[in-house]
């Protein structure tokens, strides 16, 4: 039994194997947060005995409900520090009171309406609802929480219900809202960057006072992943407590920390609330968006190993869940607008040729689009570029052995296009006010029923006719101008999540409408990566960054949370066209290996030497994809803190095993580095086939193993490990 309710002392116990979070009833009214780490059978009633005395003294005095750890704290009693929630009532005041009125346990989780969240599928995950009210309005909250027992981690969503027979506004609903006494020495880490430099991974010592960690763009974006954890003095990657929040939402999401001077600290996690509001008529509800919150006693790498496979096995849904990814090749490099069908033939008859499993057109095949000024909405072949058809072009690819895959940017429309002309109307906007482009493009209104009706059959159009196989669905700029002429003049800061309700709701219709297309998510490389695109798309272009030094870095990050299967990474040419600097072709190979492994470059343009290398590399990642796509990540080095970065996957049952290594800059001194393993089987002894050598585990964990590494800057390798007894 995952939950339990232990109606004498009044605690909530939600179980995994491996970790406990209680809660209290004080006074059989406020709901306390008690505990969350590792696992516990039960706790003694002294641990909560100081909460009475707060309690009492705030009964006599008033005052003092603000050193009280409340598990979903309100407004306007007493408790100072920021509240997970904030409603507006009818008499203009936003002073509720919130008591405890109910609990239910059942097994299994229920699926959020219309929002991404995780699912349930082993036996012993439950779910607890707590319900609190608030009597003079008549609002009540449903606080949810699902123990997803065997992967230690918990789910968590409230749902706001107006029982009250005037209209409130919500102001604020936090997801989660968790009261921690922490220690002097505890870090926050985010994984925050931008366009092509995503994912950095940056720590900062908890000090009293407040951190936010954001986004405002209705995007999860490049600057901020909706992500924190909060790491003890002592944690790294294998040691120490480390906390983790992670936020299934694609929109404008805050997490955010408020920390008193005796390190009493309030975490948030959910929408942000800045220009939030929303409008709750007598009997409707609104749900938050799900934060997943994962404890690890091993640091933050367990706490990585538990998000990926969590994400792999009950966030990603559809055929591709389980499966091995296409090695692909995509043109936008190689040609970006400038190509004809000839072009691309020849492209792919290369690619086919080295072995790759998937050709993907990328943008410039629509309207008249021969660079980023005109046709997004336009979805219509351009016959100029490609005079027989798509359908032509995805047969002859099929052809080669290839399955053929297509770019769209559905969510966007170009100022320059029929569809602009037809309903200018469609875009975002705010009536009298200029229309700001960015990439010279505008948003369409997600919000309106019609303008996704059109979408999702146009797409679903054009993904029939042509045979596509997968889909890139990119998204190329934030928006601007938020508002909806749709929604009435009070529902207008509505709009910033509606538009996320309205991605879901089209993602939702034209995935299960192609099960058998591979979707991948892409904004700009990796401005939406986040879990609630991956609930619709098991994978997401990370970074349109692709030198192998700069992804090391972002791939790096992006692994805390996201698992390898989730990630693009393609090979491209030299000198990189983002970064201009010159890398080995091995390392690009062995960076983008690191991922869904994949090709940016014109093939055509190669030498033998190279189209011989990028041959025996694919057929190497085919022989590893399984353990790199389905195995446990251990981070071995990182560029964050060093000269070198490794990444070791290990197979479930820990026969086999890779190691990816990379060195950035030569070091004279440190040339004959070791590197020691980790996620071995330790009794058991390994052959390192690339080396020739058999070591027993316990010595290439404890020991370690000479660096392989040539001379020269940006040298990496690769280690395969197969047990032997
Ligand atoms: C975005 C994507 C790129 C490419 C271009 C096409 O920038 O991230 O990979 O698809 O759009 O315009």
Not at 177 to 186: A, V, Y
Not at 698 to 720: A, H, T, W, Y
């Amino acid at each position: 039994m995952a939950i339990l309710f232990d109606e004498g002392n009044k605690n909530f116990y939600i179980q995994t194997n491996n970790t406990s979070y209680v809660m209290h009833l004080l006074q059989s009214k406020y709901l306390q947060h008690v505990f969350w780490g590792k696992k516990i059978p039960s706790i003694s009633a002294c641990q909560y005995q100081k909460y009475y005395e707060c309690e009492q003294e705030f009964s006599k005095n008033g005052g003092t409900m603000d050193s009280l750890p409340h598990e979903y704290p309100d407004f306007g009693n007493g408790d100072f520090r920021k509240p997970a929630l904030v409603v507006n009532c009818a008499d203009g005041s936003e002073v509720i009171e919130l008591e405890y009125s109910g609990y239910k346990i059942y097994d299994g989780k229920k699926p959020l309406k219309g929002l991404p969240a995780t699912y349930a599928r082993d036996a012993g995950d439950q779910t607890l609802e707590i319900t609190l009210s608030d009597e003079k309005t008549g609002l009540s909250i449903v606080l949810r929480y699902t123990a997803f027992e065997k992967h230690d981690a918990i789910a968590r969503s409230v749902t706001v219900l107006n029982g009250g027979d005037s209209e409130i506004k919500l102001k604020t609903a936090m997801s989660a809202s968790l009261d921690m006494e922490l220690e002097k020495g505890f870090r926050l880490l985010s994984l925050s960057g931008a366009w092509a430099n995503e994912n950095n991974v940056i720590e900062r010592e908890i000090k009293p006072g407040s951190f936010s960690v954001e986004s405002r763009r209705i995007a999860s974006s490049h600057q901020n992943n909706p992500f924190i954890a909060l790491l003890s003095g002592n944690a790294g990657e294998d040691c120490g407590d480390v906390y983790g929040f992670s936020l299934v939402y694609s929109g404008s999401f805050l997490c955010d920390i408020e920390t008193d001077i005796n390190f009493n600290a309030r975490v948030r996690v959910g929408l942000n609330p800045f220009d939030f509001e929303w409008c709750l008529s007598p009997g409707e509800s609104f749900t938050t968006p799900e934060v997943v919150m994962v404890y690890s006693d091993e640091g933050l790498g367990k706490m990585s190993r538990i998000y990926h496979r969590l994400y792999r096995e009950c966030l990603c849904r559809g055929n591709f869940r389980d499966k091995e990814r296409p090695i692909l090749i995509n043109n936008w490099e190689a040609t970006y607008f400038d190509f004809d069908e000839k072009k691309l033939l020849e492209i792919a008859d290369e690619a086919a040729k080295l072995g790759v499993e998937l050709f993907v057109l990328d943008d410039g095949w629509f309207g008249s689009r021969d660079d980023d000024t005109s046709s997004l909405g336009d979805w219509h072949t351009d016959m100029k570029k490609l005079p027989h058809g798509l359908k032509y072009l995805s047969e002859k690819i099929n052809q080669k052995g290839m399955k053929f895959g297509l770019w769209v940017e559905p969510e966007m429309i170009s100022p320059d296009s029929d569809l602009y002309r037809a309903h200018p109307d469609w875009c975002i906007h705010v009536d009298g006010r200029d229309r700001l482009t960015i990439r010279n493009q505008f948003v369409l209104d997600l919000t309106r029923i019609e303008v996704r009706d059109w979408i999702v059959d146009t797409i679903s159009n054009v993904l029939k006719e042509a045979g596509v196989s997968y889909v890139k669905w990119d998204m190329n700029r934030n928006i601007t101008s938020p508002g909806s002429p749709s929604l009435d003049a009070k529902r207008q800061k509505e709009f910033s999540h509606r538009y996320i309700l309205g991605l879901y709701d089209i993602l939702e219709r034209i995935t299960s409408a192609f099960p058998n297309v591979l979707f991948e998510g892409c904004a700009s490389g990796g401005g939406r990566f986040d879990p609630g695109m991956l609930y619709y798309m098991p994978q997401t272009w990370t970074s349109d960054d692709t030198d192998a030094v700069q992804r090391v870095k972002i791939q790096y990050g992006t692994s805390i949370v996201y698992p390898a299967i989730t990630m693009g990474a393609h090979v491209s040419a030299v000198p990189n066209h983002i970064m201009g600097r010159v890398t080995p072709l091995e390392t690009r190979q062995n960076t983008a290996m690191c991922g869904n492994y994949g090709f940016e470059l014109d093939v055509t343009k190669l030498d033998d030497c190279e189209k011989e290398k990028i041959a025996e590399s694919i057929k190497y990642y085919k022989e590893i994809r399984r353990i790199v796509q389905f195995g446990d990540l251990y981070r071995l080095e990182s560029l964050y803190k060093g000269n070198c970065a490794a990444l070791m996957y290990v197979a479930e049952d820990r026969r086999d095993a890779v190691v990816f290594l990379f060195r950035e800059r030569m070091e004279l001194r440190k040339a004959a580095r070791t590197l020691r393993l980790k996620g071995l089987d330790l009794t058991a002894d390994y052959e390192i086939c690339e080396l020739g050598i058999r070591m027993p585990a316990v010595e290439l964990e404890n020991v370690g193993l000479v660096m392989p590494l040539g001379k020269g800057d940006f040298q990496s390798c690769i280690m395969r490990l197969h047990r032997v007894n």
